[in-house]
């Protein structure tokens, strides 16, 4: 089982970036699937998740309306399109699957993908 991250990167203020996650050696489509942050000297921190069927999206206070999260079940792929960057927005993000359908948290994750690298410059 493994979770690919890709799509990181070195943008400016403002820009955007679309992060994909690909899915092998099983499917997740009957699982949550999110996206979570890591900045340096920092906790590890939720930023959005998307049901199994797509249905419904939750996402943190600090990217509510800028980032979308979304899946394509034929490509076994989920992405995190990330808006209107901010220097905040630095950070390590991964991707991860959840126990359960409706949705994922810190709590409820059950496999990690490896991290890709988002830098935010001014």
């Known amino acids: 089982v493994q979770l690919q991250a890709s799509g990181g990167g070195l943008v400016q203020a403002g820009d955007s970036l679309r992060l994909s996650c690909v899915a092998s050696?099983?499917?997740?489509?009957?699982?949550?699937m999110g996206w979570f942050r890591q900045a340096p000297g920092k906790e590890r921190e939720f930023v959005a998740a998307?049901?199994?069927?797509?249905?419904?999206?939750v996402y943190a206070d600090s990217v509510k309306g800028r980032f979308a999260i979304s899946r394509v079940y034929a490509e076994n792929t989920v992405y995190l399109q990330m808006n209107s960057l901010k220097l905040e927005d630095t950070a390590t993000y991964y991707c991860?699957?959840?126990?359960?359908?409706?949705?994922?948290?810190?709590?409820?994750?059950?496999?990690w993908g490896q991290g890709t690298l988002v830098t935010v410059s001014s």
């Open positions: 050696g099983r499917t997740f489509s009957n699982n949550a």
């Open positions: 998307i049901s199994w069927n797509g249905g419904r999206t």
């Open positions: 991860a699957s959840g126990r359960s359908a409706g949705g994922v948290s810190l709590e409820t994750v059950a496999f």
